[in-house]
């Protein structure tokens, strides 16, 4: 499926690397104007792509690059909140510091970023908006409290915004990929990567590219009547 998005703007949150440079790469092609909002800059980056430097848990930052975005672009069409971290350990052995770090880089982001655009997207009466959650905010999973809690947060924002926001023809959905080949997953050991394919149906993780085709869906006029949903893209493991 292709899309056109001439005339749209996107932020991507995280579009340095992994699934959110895919999501840059689908949307570009397809003639969004697309920024990228991350901590570093890559090195080589997608030459269509706009990277700005921005630590997307800090409230005051976000509130601040958005608005120079919707200056210099005219519009802000669709956001989509992809940035997020792990850092994984039992809860006998989770500190503070870990516990605060993925909720606020995985979960009070979007709230910061929605906050920023819900007023000009109010004012232009569309956006869509899209979150990028996870399986194990469905699931949940041993060692991962901090990181299921946060993807699971996103789930209830999701819905509670799709609410708030619908009669202002502000779309908010939620897609929550599986296993894919990214920096984040490469941490798994080859025992455990066998055991987590061998539990996919299909057997196999996904690439970025099959998560930012689906959000291009969400993104596209082709889903006007769609809000408030939570779509895995997992290769069926959670049914
Ligand atoms: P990744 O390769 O590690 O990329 C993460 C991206 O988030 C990078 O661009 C990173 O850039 C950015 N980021 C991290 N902290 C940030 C911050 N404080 N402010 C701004 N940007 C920040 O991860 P990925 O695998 O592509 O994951 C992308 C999303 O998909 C995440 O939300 C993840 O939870 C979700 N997901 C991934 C999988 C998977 O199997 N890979 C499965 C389910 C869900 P900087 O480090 O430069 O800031």
Known sequence: MSFNFEKRVAIVTGGSKGIGASICEHLSANGAKVYSLSRSIPENGNSNVTYKQCDVSNFEDVQTIISEIHKEAGSIDILVNNAGVTKDNLIMRMNEKDWDTVIDINLKSAFNTAKAVARIMMGQRKGKIINIGSIVGTTGNAGQSNYSASKAGLVGFTKSLAKELATRNILVNLIAPGYVMTEMTEKLDEDQLKAFL???????????????????????DDSNYVTGQVLHVDGGLAM
Do not use: C, L, T, Y
């Open 198 to 220: 061998d539990n996919i149906p299909m057997k196999r993780g996904a690439s970025g590219e099959e998560i930012a085709k689906v959000v291009g869906f969400f993104a596209s």
